[in-house]
């Protein structure tokens, strides 16, 4: 079986699903996807991006006041795994 396409909400860019880095907002916490619930994809490349958590406030729907925290919260991520 092929590995679907799936696209980075920050840039729009299509990859392969195993390129993306899966992430959720589950219980008021930005992690890592953990099996169950909504998820969205970031490439490597948008990580680090000022954008990257813009797009992430809008997907989780989160005033843009938390920026900070989803700045922080994907520097965890990205450090600790």
Do not use: H, W
Not at 25 to 46: A, E, H, I, N, W
């Amino acid at each position: 079986m092929s590995n679907p396409i799936r696209m980075c909400i920050v840039c729009r860019g299509r990859f392969l699903q195993a390129q993306l880095i899966r992430l959720q907002y589950k219980d008021s916490v930005l992690q890592c996807y953990q099996g169950t619930g909504r998820s969205f994809y970031l490439c490597p490349s948008c990580k680090e991006t000022p954008k990257a958590s813009d797009s992430i406030a809008k997907i989780c729907k989160l005033d843009k006041k938390y920026k900070e925290t989803i700045k922080f919260a994907l520097k965890e991520i990205f450090l600790y795994g």
